[in-house]
């Protein structure tokens, strides 16, 4: 019994320990798998699962960059940075994002009507990308956020910076910068890198011609974050870098000044230093604030903006076109007697009209000025002499002079807004009309009516060009390092020494000077001429006169029809006050000051102002004398400051 | 005839002090220190609730495990039966008495503890079954009614648990008492037909599954299905034992655990924790230490000379093999994720208790390896 059992026992046992056996073997397997498994993923992949450890605790929140800030010629800023607090939403961060935008609505007091803006931009966009929920906040409002941020997962309060423009006078020049578009996105190459939630570009002026390098460069937070999102600690920051600062040419006193002047006006001031082409005021009015725009324009203000007939949001100098009207008289005479066609002496009586293949050509002055000759005719702005002047000349003649003085072109450049204006000739007739050049619209050429229509920062740059002699010049808008051309040093010289011939070795040397005459006598004459309409009785802008030797200034008027002129209101006499203001006339006036030593030459136009004598030519007074009395300091400035930026 | 060399039912305190196996409790208590470490640094460097807890636990049922040593093996052979049955008893009143947590019903609430029966299953049902074999000669193990009892035995406490639900407690049970039937002599063939069945029925068993146990094995085949739901802890959890590298990221820097990235830190995935924190040499040194275990009580069953004691021991080491082989291969990535602890490391009463139960036992087979259990 006993040895039976033990027996049993025996063979049981060696049965366990066999099948054990198998067990162990199968264990050993196992766990030699499991070994494997750790030096595979410990050992070969470490390098991976760490990336991906680190992908996990760190979170990157890219910063929308800096801008670069302007500065005006006196380095006083023109478009700065400003800290705002913002609201941040990363929508793939939060749980339920509609009981958070009811959380939000209740801190923030956000309106219906965004709320449903941002569900519908969350549903466009990748979860991952952040919105924004609200770009300017108050620190009352970022703060009451901020207690409460906790129970408001996938928000992020966010301090950035804004553009903040604190001058509103030079906001057409400066422009504005916004929110930037998908197609921006998509066309403009340099914003490729630069996907981050709040990005703004320039829209116009110098924010959009410079915004290539003075958008700066993204910036990132990096924080490790829990698996919730939160943030834990601030790992790294680097803030990106601030775009390039610039220095206008502007100086933004004259600028506030003119703005003042041309208050309640639509009207364009240009000022432009007469041998190195630096706009000191390019002033549209009326103005607007360019600051609303950065943080997304408020419904009620844009709608007044575009329906304001004084139309504040176009810049009127380079984008305003208006008929030259007689102001265009100095660009005749110098053309006519550039190409011999004419003798300033020639003399012809205006009866107030002529008659040519029977239609009828007005002078402004209905009685007519009696005998003209050139110089009067400038004075008193003679229209019929001038119809003549034309006839001779011819308008392709015309046309090319007035061409290389800068009219019918883009003269600043990279401005989007900036039009180049129309200088008609019988070539261009064909091309863009379509139809023959007929002879009566070369006498309406000729007192700058009919096709021709140029921006007030040509008509500036032109007569900028008479005052310094008649060499070219480039305007510009920003101080360059560039060497300029020399031409003051030129001048000086030239005055200082009025009987020698110039040294060979300093021409070559120093200047690098294009003429655009063929003898200066003739840019003297209607220099000259300018004089007297300003500073003679009887010229037309003599009323505005400055008889300070300092101050003095030539100019010359213009008046611009915007409607023709009808007969009955010719008889009827009526008055340009009388007539709606659509369609009343644009005044112009073009100057340089001082007469004796021109610096600076000055273009001044008035919507619908009447006549340049009465509109115009006073505003150029004012601006005149500011710009005069800020002459010595605004060279001593560019000797203190060179020519840094 | 054959007198066994001694057969001594008695044995002095000393004897019983001398027999204990010291290697075995050692490697024990290396995993409880290594635990506690473990356990503070999911508390985050400090000493909180868990760690707090985890110690008494392991303490009270270290000393169990000690105590339990001394008991006759005599004892347990006797008491067997009645331990299945209990144990049973109390999976039935889960069913009806149980506490409900995160969708399963695993608990009976003992006022001091919250006992979660199935984890005693898993070594009641071994040692009911060692019993079984034990009087049954090698020759009637493949009788058809001799198989009765032990697959009813096995069947319905899987089943309960099953249903619980708690899909990786009842394989786990299901495993130990396959382990026993095993090495008891049962045939191949009949393991090799109960496979056949199983693979049938397994189709239908799978539409029995909550929709979240098929999302975890359909997640297992492909963690990258779902990276931010069923898949995000076996995902993060390769992610860092895999960053932890050689030596580890440090105690108590594991960024993994401490920013929140691993789900179940405490329990079933304490050995990522750990394996993050220590590196390459840390966790082969846990599962060193681990296979050290399996070995000391599969060699208490080498000498051990009783069939209740070998059976017992075996079955156990292979059960104790099994939970940490499934563990350790659920956090690595090798086996989808069910809910299966690793011994003695992971927080939780119940399982350690029934492994410090478990190993108690072997080693009062220790102690009366030479005295035979009637």
């Not at chain 1, 003297?524 to 300003?534: I, P, Q, Y």
């Not at chain 2, 039935?92 to 995160?102: E, M, P, Q």
């Not at chain 2, 069939?307 to 104790?320: I, R």
């Not at chain 2, 082989?325 to 989808?336: C, D, E, K, T």
Request: aromatic share 12%; net charge positive; charged share 20%.
């Amino acid at each position: 019994m006993i040895s039976t059992n033990n027996g049993n026992t025996v063979i049981k046992s060696k049965l366990i320990s066999r099948r054990m056996f198998v067990l162990s073997v199968a264990k050993a397997v196992v766990f030699l798998g499991i070994f494997g498994r750790l030096v595979s993923l410990q050992i070969n992949e470490a390098t991976k699962y760490k990336t991906l450890s680190d992908k996990n605790r760190f979170r990157e929140w890219k910063l929308a960059p800096q801008r670069g800030v302007i500065k005006d010629y006196f380095n006083n800023i023109i478009a700065s940075n400003e800290k705002v607090y913002q609201v941040h939403i990363t929508p793939e961060n939060s749980p339920n994002i509609e009981e958070l935008f009811f959380k939000l609505k209740r801190i923030l007091n956000l309106t219906d009507k965004r709320i449903f803006y941002l569900k519908r931009k969350i549903v466009k966009q990748k979860p991952w990308e952040p919105i924004i929920v609200s770009d300017n906040l108050t620190w009352s409002e970022f703060s009451r956020l901020n207690l409460f941020l906790h129970e408001l997962q996938g928000v992020e309060p966010i301090v950035s910076v804004a553009r903040l423009y604190p001058e509103k006078s030079s906001a057409h020049i400066v422009g504005y910068v916004s929110e930037v578009n998908p197609k921006e996105l998509r066309e403009k190459k340099y914003l490729k890198e630069m996907s981050v939630p709040g990005l703004v570009v320039g829209k116009t002026g110098l924010e959009y011609k410079l915004d290539k390098d003075i958008i700066g460069e993204v910036g990132f937070q990096r924080y490790e974050v829990n698996a919730f999102g939160k943030r834990i600690r601030k790992i790294k920051v680097d803030s990106g870098k601030a775009g390039k600062n610039y220095r206008s040419t502007i100086d933004i006193e004259v600028q506030k000044s003119t703005t003042e002047v041309l208050k309640n006006k639509a009207a364009s001031v240009c000022v432009m230093d007469i041998y190195n082409g630096d706009i000191v005021a390019m002033v549209s009015s009326p103005s607007y604030d360019p600051n609303v725009f950065v943080h997304g324009v408020d419904k009620d203000y844009w709608q007044e903006l575009i329906t304001n007939t004084k139309k504040p949001l176009s810049n009127k100098s380079i984008s305003g076109l208006y008929p030259p009207g007689s102001t265009i008289k100095t660009i005749v005479a110098l053309s006519a007697l550039e190409n011999d066609v004419w003798n300033h002496k020639k003399r012809i009586k205006c009866t107030g009209k002529i008659e040519l293949f029977g239609e009828k050509f007005h002078c402004w002055k209905k009685k007519g000025h009696g005998w003209m000759d050139m110089r009067s005719a400038i004075k008193r702005s003679c229209d019929v002499y001038f119809y003549e002047v034309a006839r001779v000349l011819g308008v392709d003649r015309l046309s090319k002079t007035a061409k290389k003085f800068g009219l019918g072109q883009k003269v600043l450049k990279g401005f989007i807004e900036e039009r180049a204006g129309i200088v008609p000739s019988t070539s261009w007739k064909k091309k863009f009309i379509g139809k023959n050049w007929y002879i009566g619209e070369t006498l309406h050429s000729g007192i700058g009516q009919g096709y021709f229509q140029s921006t007030p920062l040509q008509l500036c740059l032109m007569t900028a060009q008479i005052a310094n002699g008649g060499f070219k010049i480039n305007p510009k808008i920003l101080t360059e390092n560039k060497k300029d051309n020399g031409l003051r040093d030129y001048i000086k010289y030239k005055n200082e020494n009025p009987n020698e011939p110039l040294p060979n070795d300093l021409i070559a040397a120093n200047f690098d000077l294009k003429p655009l005459f063929r003898n200066q006598e003739n840019i003297n004459f209607v220099k000259e001429a300018m004089f007297s309409s300003t500073n003679e009785a009887g010229g037309t802008s003599y009323s505005s006169r400055i008889s300070n030797k300092k101050f003095m200034f030539a100019g010359k008027t213009g008046s611009s029809q915007v409607k023709r002129f009808t007969d009955t209101q010719r008889t009827l006499e009526i008055k340009q006050k009388d007539i709606v203001y659509k369609d009343r006339d644009h005044a112009l006036f073009i100057a340089f000051a001082p007469v004796n030593d021109p610096k600076y030459a000055i273009s001044v136009v008035v919507e619908h102002g009447g006549s340049g004598s009465s509109a115009a030519a006073p505003i150029a007074k004012k601006v005149i004398k500011k710009v005069l009395e800020r002459h010595e300091f605004r060279l001593n400035v560019n000797n203190e400051i060179g020519d840094e930026i | 005839m054959f007198q066994p060399r001694s057969i001594q039912t008695t044995l002095s305190f000393r004897d019983k002090l001398f027999s204990l196996d010291y290697v075995l409790i050692c490697s024990v208590l290396f995993i409880g220190i290594a635990s506690m470490f473990a356990m503070y640094s999911t508390d985050g460097g400090e000493f909180n609730y868990h760690t707090k807890s985890h110690i008494i636990r392991f303490v009270v049922f270290f000393s169990l495990f000690l105590m339990i040593s001394f008991f006759q093996i005599r004892f347990w052979h006797q008491t067997s039966t009645l331990i299945f049955i209990f144990v049973f008893i109390l999976l039935l009143a889960v069913k009806y008495f149980g506490l409900t947590s995160s969708g399963s019903q695993r608990w009976l609430n003992f006022y001091f503890m919250n006992l979660q029966p199935s984890e005693l299953m898993k070594v009641a049902l071994i040692l009911f079954l060692s019993k079984y074999y034990h009087r049954i000669s090698n020759s009637d193990v493949n009788k058809a009614k001799f198989l009765f009892l032990p697959i009813v035995a096995l069947i319905s406490p899987v089943l309960l648990v099953l249903t619980q639900p708690d899909l990786g407690t009842s394989i786990l049970i299901a495993i130990g008492g396959i382990t026993v039937t095993w090495l008891a002599g049962v045939r191949v063939k009949f393991f090799t037909y109960a496979s056949i069945v199983f693979i049938t029925l397994l189709p239908i068993a799978i539409s029995f599954l909550k929709p979240y146990q098929k999302a975890r094995i359909l997640t297992f085949l492909n963690p990258d299905r779902d990276p931010l739901g069923a898949g995000y802890q076996i995902i993060q959890s390769k992610i860092a034992i895999g960053s932890g590298g050689l030596f580890g990221k440090g105690f108590l820097n594991g960024s993994q655990s401490y920013l929140d990235y691993l789900p179940e830190k405490h329990t079933d995935f304490i050995f990522t924790l750990f394996s993050e924190e220590f590196g390459f040499f840390g966790s082969l040194t846990v599962l060193l230490v681990y296979s050290l275990i399996i070995y000391r009580i599969v060699n208490i069953g080498n000498i051990t000379r009783s069939t209740f004691g070998k059976l017992y021991c075996y079955s156990f080491a292979t059960a104790f093999f099994v939970y940490v082989a499934v563990n350790m291969s659920m956090v690595l990535g090798l086996l989808p994720i069910v809910g299966a602890p690793l011994p003695i490391m992971s927080y939780g009463g119940s399982s350690m208790m029934s492994i410090m139960l478990g190993l108690g036992i072997a080693m009062s087979c220790k102690v009366y390896k030479d005295v035979p259990v009637n």
